[in-house]
């Protein structure tokens, strides 16, 4: 994976605080021309050559793939990330399957946020996008890297995307069948398919081709039939997604109850 440059700088930048030193002062104590140098550095502007990482890692007492990359875990969300927007993308495809089944990243992706502006909205889906990846690789990472076991390294990019890609499809499945699993692919089938004509359920053909101001009334009688049908599905799928809604949340309460109960 590539080395960001801005990252490198704001690791450098809290390492130099947390010692309390002025740029001046760690560029004498590292070797390096002088202040200017740290700048860049801090700044994203320029990268450390590689003796120079070696330098600071000593003198920080880190790791060198922890100045190059972060935490593991900081390494493993920035991979799965690149990995993402791949055009031949490792996970992409179990990726999503899993962020269905485990999360309401359906409810986000069938969504259209009117307070967004037309230009904003493929920006706007795809920082949703790495939120929830972000979350999901967070709130499951000891188990992840339990999982992944020794291929959890740096530099490791390969292995460790075929491996996490096991750890999908296997948390999919096992999520995919449990109550709140299967609720959101019911959720996430109805609202994919939902028609587009609302407000005539309560109608017949012959209302809205009595209703001259109705753009509908000059169909043909079959189509505004189909229209109408469209609407009573609409209605249906409503009520069923305030169903669900209604399901789920008297099984958090009644889990909630358990999980108190097993604290006591």
Avoid: C
Avoid at 6 to 19: A, Q, S, V, Y
């Amino acid at each position: 994976m590539k080395e960001n440059k801005k990252e490198i700088g704001e690791r450098i930048h809290d390492l130099r605080i947390r010692k309390n030193l002025s740029m001046e002062e760690l560029a004498n104590n590292i070797g390096v021309g002088g202040k200017s140098t740290i700048n860049t550095w801090e700044k994203g502007v320029t990268l450390p050559r590689p003796n120079y990482l070696v330098r600071l890692s000593k003198y920080f007492g880190v790791d060198i793939n922890y100045l190059k990359y972060g935490s593991l875990k900081n390494y493993l969300i920035d991979l799965v990330i690149d990995d993402w927007d791949k055009e031949n993308s490792i996970i992409s495809a179990d990726l999503e399957h899993y962020l269905e089944v485990a999360t309401d990243y359906s409810g986000f992706k069938n969504g259209f946020p009117l307070s967004v502006p037309d230009e904003k909205l493929g920006d706007f889906y795809h920082e949703g996008e790495l939120s929830f990846i972000k979350n999901a690789i967070n709130s499951n990472y000891s188990e992840i890297a339990n999982f992944l076991g020794s291929t959890l390294k740096y530099e490791n990019d390969i292995e460790i995307l075929k491996e996490l890609r096991k750890w999908l499809r296997a948390s999919a499945n096992r999520v995919g069948s449990s109550f709140l699993g299967l609720t959101r692919l019911y959720q996430d089938g109805i609202e994919k398919w939902m028609p587009n004509t609302m407000g005539y359920s309560d109608k017949t053909v012959k209302d809205v081709k009595n209703d001259k101001s109705d753009f509908m009334a000059q169909w043909p009688d079959k189509q505004i039939l189909d229209s109408i049908y469209q609407s009573k599905l609409v209605d249906w799928q409503l009520d069923a997604l305030d169903k669900l809604s209604q399901l789920k949340q008297e099984y958090l309460k009644e889990l909630q109850k358990i999980e108190d109960n097993d604290k006591n």
